[in-house]
């Protein structure tokens, strides 16, 4: 995982906990209507909280499995 991907991931996540954040809010407040709606923004923001971290594993899989085959190969012999 790279700086950038760490960063991203910290990013999203401090929206969806703000989106979460007003949801408990409004819902303590008794805004039902709008905390339908922030429900709505604040599930969204975590199904993209999802997706990325789960890009960020695949490609974390790949390049790990890319340098387990590497190592694993013997290096070519000359005679």
């Given at each position: 995982?790279?700086?950038?991907?760490?960063?991203?991931?910290?990013?999203?996540?401090?929206?969806?906990?703000?989106?979460?954040?007003?949801?408990?809010?409004?819902?303590?407040?008794?805004?039902?209507?709008?905390?339908?709606?922030?429900?709505?923004?604040?599930?969204?923001?975590?199904?993209?909280?999802?997706?990325?971290?789960?890009?960020?594993?695949?490609?974390?899989l790949e390049s790990h499995n890319h340098i387990s085959v590497d190592s694993a190969t013997?290096?070519?012999?000359?005679?």
């Open positions: 995982m790279t700086a950038v991907d760490s960063l991203m991931l910290d990013a999203k996540q401090a929206i969806m906990d703000e989106h979460h954040r007003r949801f408990q809010t409004l819902h303590q407040e008794g805004r039902v209507e709008e905390a339908l709606q922030q429900i709505h923004a604040t599930l969204s923001c975590a199904a993209d909280l999802l997706n990325e971290s789960l890009r960020v594993l695949d490609e974390t013997p290096p070519p012999t000359t005679t």
